[in-house]
């Protein structure tokens, strides 16, 4: 047998090392003896909020031309460095920040830094490598816009956030990526992209301390005094009414429908009880009462489940499911009922200590990676939990109650007060 | 490490690796039973076969053993593929007994009732119908109808739709009885155990459940086909797919590794974990000559391992302004070059060095590590997989040359395009 170390204790402020930088770059790191390879993830302030109107999808696409030539490598070189060693690095964009991530063996670590930090601080944005992404940028929109899934998830988003920034597309349209030139990328990375609240987690088969300096010695002296403060999100105006709409696509088998609205925050205090609350509904055994309801007893869909996003902002709590376009009133009748009883009744003693156990169980197996501990990182920092989180994390599953939940549900979804959005074929009449 | 691999006297077949760097479990049980099992009128059964397996015992009655296992907090789930249906849970390493109860429990005990069965029919064309939303999948099915004469791979793992609608309960009991026994399943299991104890729970568990009969096998092996085949599908959509596939080899031919190579070179390394994501392939040959000249968007390969001789498979999103034709010109201009002249060794060592990564990252995750331990034994032996770095490492570049010339001739090929309704024939 050999002489693993067991590394059992969950990641906490005995273990984690964490630095800030001198240009206030967050480093986190912790050390898994274990590993032969190594997970580098991070973020930066540089999310879709920033994106005009009439240039949506600008910070996504300005993250994916980030690896398409740097002032030191064209993109032949950037991949050549990473594949030829098995490596493999990225990044990508969402509503409030970029991030990026990549692994490698741990001796190759240098190599995944020099490659983020050339495409943080020197990107290219070569004409010619943009004229190609644009193309792929597009088709990819032009397979958005055949999938029920996406313009189900998109419907729902223009239905609940109106003016809200979250009703807009990440990936932008076809008129925005179209009208996005190389120039825009370079003036948004300008503006946009610096150390300000950017953070950084390494884990793997390197000792805290080394990578630590690795990260410092990449990017310390990285800055940028034009780097824009990330536009303040405004309030979002709850729904008055149940709204609905169906977008059709020709030629479909499956409609595919999506029902909530807004939720809380991950920072709100009822998130807790909110996320064990969906567990309940839509997630806990095959997928809540939802997925009892919806698929086991009335066999109406291959899929359901409710989500909760959380988030920095108001992210949405839907349940979703894929049905056969003629049963898409039915499932959305038994949907509603169940947010209704979800949402008028307390859930049972049984349900509640079920998803409890179900969540504190389930944690150490999502920490088995390097991935998953360095998510686990990023996430204490970005929501401000407190380093010693998922070691605490049981207790604090356990300290909500039945009363915490039925309030949280019945605070954000007032049946009356809900989107559905549909996407799927043209209605027999 | 090493792994303790023994069988019981009613056939079932054991292999344990004991990994003590965290306290998990990752248990696993293997069916010798896939679509290539299912004669016509019959595809799609062992698919609902396992869906039919959450559907209870009399020990574990429906809605009961998910909660059962989701309570302590296990990470579970069940797929059918072409050759084989798994179940597995992965738990904290002090609840497995669970997981090792119910895999005994429900491998012989299903109880397949009628409205459970009703019930599942509409769930199971609805995930059909899920598939079909997605073009890759209408042009999937057709290649693959073409591909084969009379081999059962030659249907999707889901079935066809006219199957799904009259297959009886009857016909989903009949093939669970039929494959569903101990000498034809394999038990795996990585983690936090000792394996002498964890074997004598097995034994407990299934000592009494007795072997049935050999399974009968449909699956006859089938001559290579004598001319390409092309197929056209049509859809919705803007967006042209080619696809070309062809016919393989099986896991244990000695080509294999040299056509894995091939692959590598060709479309970027495939990567066999199932829980561990792969690498880019921006480098690789298809992608140069295709995305980064402009005639596609996105291009992918795969390379699978199983029993009979299935597909290598290279897909390309096109680009929209692009004609098919010139885009299969180009493929075919890459092939060729793989086929007149050997690569140099370097991208060799490349594509071990790949390799060598992705079983690095792979071996991060102990229902990884757990699914390989059953998995090799499906189409060969776990030896298989332990021997895998190696056999990569001995390809020559001529071995190369050689599988290009063997394997990816024309002549044995599907060759579909995805055609959009409405949009004008781009050949």
Known sequence: MSAARKSSSIPGSDDITRVELANGIVVLARHNPNSLAVTLRGYLQAGSLFDPDDKLGL???????????????NFQEIYNALESIGASFGFNSGTHTTSFGGKALAEDLPLLLDILNEGLRTPSFPAEQVKKLRAQLLTGLALRAQDTRDMAAMVFDELVYREHPYSRPDDGTVETIGAILSDDLADFHRQVYGPRGMVIAVAGGIPAEQ?????????????????????ELPAWQPLEERVSKRHVIP??????????????????????????????????????????????KAGLAYYAYSGLGGGLGPGAWDVAAGVNPANEQKATELIFQEITRFTSELVSEEELSDSQSNFIGSMPLSLESNGGVADAMLNMERYGLGLDYYREYPARIRAVTREQVLEAAARYLQPDKLAVAIAGPPLEP | MDVLKTTLSNGLSILLKEIHTTPIISHWLWVRVGSRDEPDGLTGASHWVEHMQFKGTEQFPAGQLDKDISRDGGFWNAMTYIDWTAYF???????????????????????????????ERTVIISERQGHENNPVFRLDEDVQEAAFDQHPYKHEVIGRMRDLESMSRDDLFNHYKHFYAPNNAILAMAGDFDSEKMLERIRELYGDIPAGPAPQRVAQPEPLPESERRVVTQGPGETVFIKAAYRALDARDADFFALSVADSL????????????GLSNKTSRLYQSLVEKELAVGVSGGLQATIDPFLYDITIVMHPE??????????????????????????????????????????????????????????????????????LAEVTPDDVQRAAQRYLSPQTRVLGVYQPNGKAEAA
Not at chain 2, 266 to 277: D, E, H, R, V, Y
């Open chain 1, 59 to 73: 910070a996504d696409f300005t993250a994916d031309a980030l690896m398409h030539g740097t002032a030191k490598r």
């Open chain 1, 211 to 231: 990578a630590v300096e690795q990260v410092r010695a990449a990017l310390e002296d990285w800055a940028n005094p034009e780097q824009a403060a990330p536009p």
């Open chain 1, 251 to 296: 030629g479909m088998s499956q409609s595919d429908l999506v029902v909530g609205t807004a939720g809380p925050s991950r920072l709100s205090p009822d998130f807790m009880a909110a996320n064990l609350g969906n567990s309940v509904l839509g997630r806990f055994g095959l997928m809540g009462r939802i997925g009892d309801a919806v698929r086991e």
């Open chain 2, 89 to 119: 849970e992965t738990m904290p390493a002090e609840k497995i007994d669970l997981g090792l109860r119910l895999e005994a429990d429900r491998l012989v005990n299903s109880n397949f009732e009628s409205d459970e069965v009703a019930s």
């Open chain 2, 266 to 277: 060709l479309a970027g390394p495939s990567n066999l974990n199932i829980f561990s994501g």
């Open chain 2, 322 to 391: 692009r004609k098919a034709e010139e885009v299969i010109a180009a493929l075919d201009g890459e092939i060729a070059r793989l086929q007149d002249s050997p690569p140099k060794p370097e991208e060799l060592a490349r594509a071990v060095k790949q390799s060598q990564a992705l079983f690095a990252y792979g071996s991060e995750s102990i229902t990884n590590q757990a699914f390989w331990l059953g998995f090799a034994e499906i189409f060969d032996e776990y030896a298989w997989f332990e021997n895998y770095l190696q056999r």
